[in-house]
């Protein structure tokens, strides 16, 4: 099994899911269910909860949703945000999103830091959006977060993992859960960030505008327990040259 | 202030828009200046297909919904092109509370989650404790509260935010000087430049989302359209962290204005968009019910936030039917069978975009 602990809660399908962009709640349903997705965002600016329009929460089963404080755009309107997100969706993860740049989305890592220690205190599970820089995030770290969020590539891109060697020191340097968390565009990209060690990919528009999105999600999901299984299952080095499998190896035994 | 620099930039609109230019539309981004070239180019469907993957990419499959409220009729201005200017006979009416909020309730059931305000340019009539008392008590049943009023300044947006106003529309009307004085005859709106500042003490009051736009067809549409350019250019580079919308109101006959306006054809209205939103592929495209339901079809896709269901008159969805209109809209669909056209393009209709 591939199941991993955020917050000592055990997760199994380690393909995390944003709501945000489907075309059809009924559809984003589906693919919940189809790929059993586990943990779902949900962008509190977006989740309806007057009597009459129908409420995304409706559509949604899962055995952890974590709130997205989207339009927040410093550490206090993001506590507001998780506030309320706490009221109506009975759960205390929350994926800091703070964003300052309407152009590019980028997270704002100052604010985040700021927010870590201000949701950490009011009793909220954080998991900072952040951009993957080594300072930021040991304070986001001293701060309570245990885990990251570093994004892939901006926003909506679909580009991948291109901040890998950012990344890659964040996994080296702390022993906290990374997640990566945006421009994830394909599977292949979902098996790249786990076979780099990252815990966990959270992704949304490249599943939500697929012209199949149930079939994508499962995609998704599938790419990141092979990518975790073949991280578990150590694999070997890349080489400049081939290498026979065992002349001496097998002559002089293995140490 | 964009306005200290206005004048530079017209000057050199107008010797750039005498030069040819040449765009590569295989490009990714297009800066700015690149508006001529865009503008110039004809292969609308290579642009087409280009902003709806960029649509996707960025917003995903859904289209924002508002509903217009308008409050007030009253006006102290003289523009030549609009039905309620001051000059005109028209019977005035401002509601009280509790006719807004029978309005509220209306839009609510209807499904509405976000309103905009409209008065006539009145400070007198509709004063800042009136705007205050009316976002206060329609924050009660709406998530978001936008406003479209007379200029304000700082500390009055800053009050107005403290009762819950998200966005400010702002229309500069022209950004032709010459033709602003010649269509403003009286009263504060008359003031060029402080009609410009006025987007940028809104933003600096700490609002979120702000729409601007030219309405097009009192002077030179393409002139306008570079000129929305250039200030969209300017806010984006200064103001980054607000969420931006350009409409595109082309103007309509009203009561007792007999002036002849600059005609756009759709085709041209949607070449403008398109050279716009190639530059500008995070701004919203906000496409209102004074455009006719065959050309809003067509746009779902391109545009991302839309009003549904509208009347243009005070009072105009429960209380006064009748009463005279600030324009005729076209779109007659109500809300929910725009809601329905719209799930039926496989598209999410959404009422709220911050809570």
């Known amino acids: ?255 | 202030m964009f306005s200290e620099n206005v004048e530079k930039i017209i000057k050199y609109i107008e010797k750039e828009r005498k030069k040819e230019h040449h765009i590569n539309l295989k490009k990714d981004f297009f800066a700015v200046n690149e508006i001529f070239g865009l503008l110039e180019n004809t292969n609308l469907r290579t642009m087409a297909k280009k902003v709806m993957k960029n649509n996707r990419k960025f917003f995903g499959d859904v289209i924002f919904l508002y509903a217009p409220l308008y409050i007030s009729n009253y006006c102290i201005n003289g523009c030549t092109y609009c039905g309620f200017k001051a000059t005109n006979k028209i019977q005035r009416k401002k509601l009280i509370y509790n006719e807004i909020e029978k309005e509220a309730i209306y839009l609510k059931d209807a499904g509405i989650d976000h309103v905009l305000i409209l008065t006539g340019e009145d400070p007198i009539n509709t004063d800042l404790d009136y705007l205050y008392n009316t976002i206060k008590l329609l924050k009660r049943f709406f998530k978001e509260v936008s406003i479209e009023t007379y200029s304000l300044k700082e500390d009055e947006y800053k009050k107005l935010i403290s009762a819950g106003l998200i966005g400010v529309t702002m229309y500069q009307e022209t950004y032709c000087i010459k033709k602003y004085k010649e269509v403003h005859l009286f009263g504060p709106k008359s003031d060029y430049k402080k009609r410009l500042d006025t987007i940028e003490y809104a933003i600096k009051s700490g609002v979120r989302e702000i729409n601007i736009g030219a309405l097009l067809g009192l002077y030179e549409p393409e002139f306008e359209i570079i000129m929305l350019a250039y200030h969209m250019d300017y806010l984006l580079k200064n103001y980054p962290e607000i969420e931006y919308a350009i409409s595109f109101p082309r103007i309509k006959s009203a009561y007792n204005v007999k002036e002849k306006f600059f005609n756009i054809s759709d085709k041209t209205l949607i070449h403008y968009i398109l050279a716009l939103k190639l530059i500008f592929p995070r701004v919203h495209i906000n496409i209102s019910t004074r455009e006719n339901a065959d050309f809003r079809n067509a746009l779902i896709g391109i545009a991302t936030k839309m009003s549904a269901g509208s009347t243009t008159n005070v009072g105009g969805y429960t209380i006064y039917k009748k009463s005279i209109k600030q324009f005729e809209t076209e779109d007659k669909r109500n809300f929910q069978e725009f809601i329905n056209y719209i799930k039926s393009r496989g598209y999410n209709p959404t009422t709220v975009n911050w809570f």
């Not at chain 1, 790419?223 to 694999?235: D, F, I, K, N, Q």
């Open chain 1, 1 to 255: 099994m591939v199941n991993i602990n955020f917050y000592s809660e055990e997760i199994n399908n380690l393909f995390f899911m944003g709501t945000g962009k489907f075309r059809d709640y009924n559809i984003m349903k589906k693919a919940i269910e189809e790929a059993n997705i586990e943990v779902v965002t949900v962008a509190m600016r977006r989740a309806s909860y007057s009597n009459t329009n129908e409420s995304i929460l409706d559509y949604i089963n899962v055995k952890k949703i974590m709130i997205n404080t989207s339009g927040a755009r410093n550490a206090e309107e993001a506590l507001l945000i998780a506030k309320a997100g706490k009221e109506l969706m009975n759960t205390d993860w929350v994926k800091i999103e703070i964003i300052n740049d309407s152009k590019y989305l980028m997270p704002d890592n100052q604010e985040t830091i700021k927010a870590c220690k201000l949701l950490t205190e009011n009793g909220f599970k954080v998991f900072p959006y952040m951009h993957p820089d080594l300072y930021d995030a040991r304070k986001m770290i001293e701060n309570g977060a245990e885990v990251l969020m570093p994004l892939g590539s901006p926003i909506g891109t679909n580009k991948g993992f291109t901040t890998k060697e950012l990344v890659k020191i964040l996994l080296n340097e702390f022993n906290v859960k990374i997640i990566i968390d945006a421009g994830i565009g394909k599977p292949s990209h979902v098996a790249e960030a786990m076979e780099s060690g990252c815990h966990a990919v959270l992704a949304n528009t490249a599943v939500s505008i697929a012209d199949d999105p149930v079939k994508m999600v499962k995609a998704f999901s599938l790419a990141a327990e092979a990518g975790r299984l073949a991280y578990l299952s150590g694999m070997p080095e890349e080489k400049e040259v081939a290498e026979a499998s065992s002349p001496l190896f097998d002559y002089i035994g293995r140490d």
